[in-house]
């Protein structure tokens, strides 16, 4: 997303999508006003909430099943909270965190890595994304990099602009 082509500004965003779109997105989006969104360069005492959420919503198909994988992105993540550089989007209902997602900044560009929600409530993934995009427009980068995935995925609702990657994989070969 080129947030410095939007100004920075949330609402030039908003005006990305079409007035149909816009509008159920934000009647979607007030139904959590009274929620607490919490911004914070740490996070990591909610890695455990974290990675459940991820459980929780892709069963037995979650990376976070591998210890390995659970443990790299802790490491990952450590690594950035001690430099004060883990940009974490908490939101609380009541107190109890309902949703996270973790990010960085490095050379003008807003990296948002992983994040997870509680599935039992609607739309809260869709907040929790709107959240940390607004987060990301306080921040002045140019860009907010939402890292790989597939064409015609959920990030082309969000209208976000698409670059190719390339993905090598090593073949193990027998001589």
């Given at each position: ?18 007035k ?82 973790y ?49 015609g ?23």
């Open positions: 997303l080129d947030a410095k082509k939007l100004d920075h500004n949330i609402e030039n965003y908003l005006k990305t999508f079409n149909k779109h816009r509008k159920n997105f934000l009647n979607d989006m007030k139904k959590f006003e009274t929620f607490e969104v919490v911004v914070t360069k740490e996070g990591m005492e909610f890695f455990d909430i974290f990675t459940k959420f991820n459980v929780d919503r892709f069963g037995k198909d979650s990376d976070f099943l591998e210890e390995i994988f659970t443990g790299k992105v802790r490491n990952l993540f450590s690594y950035f909270s001690k430099k004060k550089e883990l940009i974490t989007v908490i939101i609380k209902d009541q107190d109890k965190v309902i949703a996270l997602e990010g960085t900044q490095y050379n003008d560009v807003f990296y948002v890595i992983n994040g997870g929600h509680d599935i039992s409530i609607k739309n809260l993934g869709k907040f929790l994304m709107f959240s940390q995009i607004r987060e990301a427009m306080k921040t002045k980068t140019s860009t907010i990099d939402f890292l790989s995935g597939s064409p995925c959920w990030k082309d609702l969000w209208n976000f602009e698409v670059e190719p990657y390339v993905d090598f994989r090593l073949k193990k070969v027998l001589i």
